[in-house]
T-cell receptor, first 111, second 114 residues
């Protein structure tokens, strides 16, 4: 079963614009992680936000977490063509290491 | 540090045949995961090991799938017999012990069952 659901399913933007994708989940969590997957490759960890954190930054990435709404958002600022990929959120129910991935957002950045 | 290694990279078999995938995690990573990713979907957890013990295999189709992690290092995932719906990418990931450790993924094995 899918713990997380991302939206939108697909997003197409121009280079230089910002991209925002959202993730909703169902249970109490330890943390929420975002991953990127380029076509034909494995997933690459981008950022982890703990359940007691509300916002976190890493380079051009900004992640927010609202545990009351069981949702998170990933913002990529000043997007580049190289950001074209699928983005997934992953969560583990509190106290477990069982990471369940969402359905993903396919981002296309047009040069 | 060396990443997670998986082999083979691609595999094509006929239905009812058997196939095995191999994974070598990052050295020192106690937790190992096998995920199945069908085209256009998110990864689905099949089995999770902590050292050489199974932590969760609730979504593993045990009538045809098996996995082992001998000596708490390398792992193999086997399918016997394969079905058409097993066509997918099989991803191996590993992580350090700890609730806030990220997962490190290999590039996966793309299986096509004809």
């Amino acid at each position: 079963s899918q713990q997380g659901e991302e939206d939108p399913q697909a997003l197409s933007i121009q280079e230089g614009e910002n991209a925002t994708m959202n993730c909703s989940y169902k249970t109490s969590i330890n943390n929420l992680q975002w991953y990127r997957q380029n076509s034909g490759r494995g997933l690459v960890h981008l950022i982890l936000i703990r359940s007691n954190e509300r916002e976190k930054h890493s380079g051009r990435l900004r992640v927010t977490l609202d545990t009351s709404k069981k949702s998170s958002s990933l913002l990529i600022t000043a997007s580049r063509a190289a950001d074209t990929a699928s983005y997934f959120c992953a969560t583990a129910t509190s106290g477990t290491y069982k990471y369940i991935f969402g359905t993903g957002t396919r981002l296309k950045v047009l040069a | 540090e060396a990443g997670v290694a998986q082999s083979p990279r691609y595999k094509i078999i006929e239905k009812r045949q058997s196939v095995a995938f191999w994974c070598n995690p990052i050295s020192g990573h106690a937790t190992l995961y096998w995920y199945q990713q069908i085209l256009g979907q998110g990864p689905k957890l099949l089995i999770q090991f902590q050292n050489n013990g199974v932590v969760d295999d609730s979504q593993l189709p045990k009538d045809r799938f098996s996995a082992e992690r001998l000596k708490g290092v390398d792992s193999t995932l086997k399918i016997q017999p394969a079905k058409l719906e097993d066509s997918a990418v099989y991803l191996c990931a590993s992580s350090e012990t700890g609730l806030n450790s990220p997962l490190h993924f290999g590039n996966g094995t793309r299986l096509t069952v004809t």
